[in-house]
């Protein structure tokens, strides 16, 4: 026959013959082959979410997940959330109170990590989706999103997707306890005006409702680096009324030039969940040279006699579009 496939036989003992061979690193190869398929993790379809049990620990990945742009209304979140590659799990307490949404071990492609929302309402049907929480987290910490007040045996959904793009491995809990530090939105870095100084100053208070807490830790994030790094332990200090003193300093001296993200986290001995009671970005820079200062200057006024000339244009083309449609209003004048 014509089409009849060459016979699955071999010279060699116990070896493919060569077509076979191809066949089989093709299909390595096909973006929508079936070993590629199988990457993509069942929850990627809300039909299919993963229904979690308490302080049940689940490894997953954003890695070739799709949207279901039926089953979500970005209007509902606004700017917090951009739908790439997200995927469904469902929990459902047997107590009311509070939970944390624990995510750790990420390795994402990017610095950005992985963004979360949690909503009730029925499955695929967004009209009757409330928003309980929506979380993007712009690293790869490890952290908890905190959910106050759940209701015993309402069903809440979570929806986790790569922030911005990025592609994830994590891992995802929901617990009674906290573990890792709290999901929270860092300050504007374009605000941040850069200094020659490598010593850095942080200073910050203990608010008298975080009476239990013993020691502060304090974590410094590069902008471009993935993680976070513990650089001191701040004790809790004492008066001599045997009260806690709410003033604290810290000093940090950097090595290298950049742009740092510092937070100081709480650490308290009943285990109450930590909380941040100061984040604030410094960028540190080396004193330009006269070359690059001449450099920088000639740049910018490049570029304003490009802005000028540019202007210039748009004037001279308006002045012709009026004059133009003067004409056309009056064709015989």
Same mark, same amino acid.
């Given at each position: 026959?014509?089409?009849?496939?060459?016979?699955?036989?071999?010279?060699?003992?116990?070896?493919?013959?060569?077509?076979?061979?191809?066949?089989?690193?093709?299909?390595?190869?096909?973006?929508?082959?079936?070993?590629?398929?199988?990457?993509?993790?069942?929850? %990627?379809?809300?039909?299919?979410?993963?229904?979690?049990?308490?302080?049940?620990?689940?490894?997953?990945?954003?890695? %070739?997940?799709?949207?279901?742009?039926?089953?979500?209304?970005?209007?509902?979140?606004?700017?917090?959330?951009?739908?790439?590659?997200?995927?469904?799990?469902?929990?459902?307490?047997?107590?009311?109170?509070?939970?944390?949404?624990?995510?750790?071990?990420?390795?994402?492609?990017?610095?950005?990590?992985?963004?979360?929302?949690?909503?009730?309402?029925?499955?695929?049907?967004?009209?009757?989706?409330?928003?309980?929480?929506?979380?993007?987290?712009?690293?790869?910490?490890?952290?908890?999103?905190?959910?106050?007040?759940?209701?015993?045996?309402?069903?809440?959904?979570?929806?986790?997707?790569?922030?911005?793009?990025?592609?994830?491995?994590?891992?995802?809990?929901?617990?009674?306890?906290?573990?890792?530090?709290?999901?929270?939105?860092?300050?504007?870095?374009?605000?941040?005006?850069?200094?020659?100084?490598?010593?850095?100053?942080?200073?910050?208070?203990?608010?008298?409702?975080?009476?239990?807490?013993?020691?502060?830790?304090?974590?410094?994030?590069?902008?471009?680096?993935?993680?976070?790094?513990?650089?001191?332990?701040?004790?809790?200090?004492?008066?001599?009324?045997?009260?806690?003193?709410?003033?604290?300093?810290?000093?940090?001296?950097?090595?290298?030039?950049?742009?740092?993200?510092?937070?100081?986290?709480?650490?308290?001995?009943?285990?109450?969940?930590?909380?941040?009671?100061?984040?604030?970005?410094?960028?540190?820079?080396?004193?330009?040279?006269?070359?690059?200062?001449?450099?920088?200057?000639?740049?910018?006024?490049?570029?304003?006699?490009?802005?000028?000339?540019?202007?210039?244009?748009?004037?001279?083309?308006?002045?012709?579009?009026?004059?133009?449609?003067?004409?056309?209003?009056?064709?015989?004048?």
């Amino acid at each position: 026959m014509r089409n009849q496939l060459p016979t699955a036989t071999a010279t060699t003992r116990g070896e493919f013959p060569r077509w076979w061979r191809v066949v089989i690193g093709n299909l390595f190869l096909l973006p929508g082959s079936l070993l590629a398929a199988k990457a993509q993790v069942p929850n %990627d379809n809300i039909e299919r979410r993963r229904v979690l049990s308490l302080n049940e620990a689940v490894v997953s990945s954003t890695t %070739d997940c799709t949207v279901q742009w039926a089953c979500v209304d970005e209007k509902l979140t606004g700017k917090c959330i951009e739908y790439h590659n997200d995927q469904w799990f469902e929990f459902t307490p047997r107590t009311s109170g509070r939970y944390y949404v624990n995510i750790g071990g990420q390795k994402c492609r990017d610095t950005r990590g992985v963004q979360l929302v949690v909503l009730t309402g029925q499955p695929c049907q967004p009209a009757t989706y409330r928003v309980l929480s929506c979380t993007s987290l712009g690293s790869q910490d490890d952290v908890f999103v905190t959910l106050d007040s759940l209701r015993a045996g309402q069903p809440y959904l979570l929806d986790v997707d790569g922030y911005l793009k990025d592609f994830c491995q994590f891992s995802l809990t929901v617990s009674d306890k906290a573990q890792g530090v709290p999901a929270q939105l860092a300050p504007a870095l374009a605000s941040v005006a850069p200094s020659a100084s490598s010593s850095f100053t942080l200073r910050w208070t203990l608010p008298d409702s975080l009476g239990a807490v013993q020691q502060f830790r304090v974590l410094r994030r590069e902008a471009a680096a993935f993680r976070a790094s513990e650089v001191a332990t701040v004790l809790v200090q004492r008066t001599t009324y045997g009260t806690t003193s709410p003033e604290y300093v810290w000093t940090d001296t950097l090595n290298a030039p950049g742009r740092y993200l510092y937070r100081v986290i709480t650490k308290a001995a009943d285990g109450t969940a930590p909380a941040v009671v100061q984040q604030q970005w410094y960028a540190y820079s080396l004193p330009l040279l006269q070359s690059d200062k001449n450099k920088v200057q000639a740049a910018a006024e490049g570029a304003k006699r490009a802005a000028k000339a540019q202007q210039s244009w748009e004037r001279r083309g308006h002045r012709a579009r009026m004059k133009r449609l003067a004409g056309q209003r009056h064709p015989n004048t």
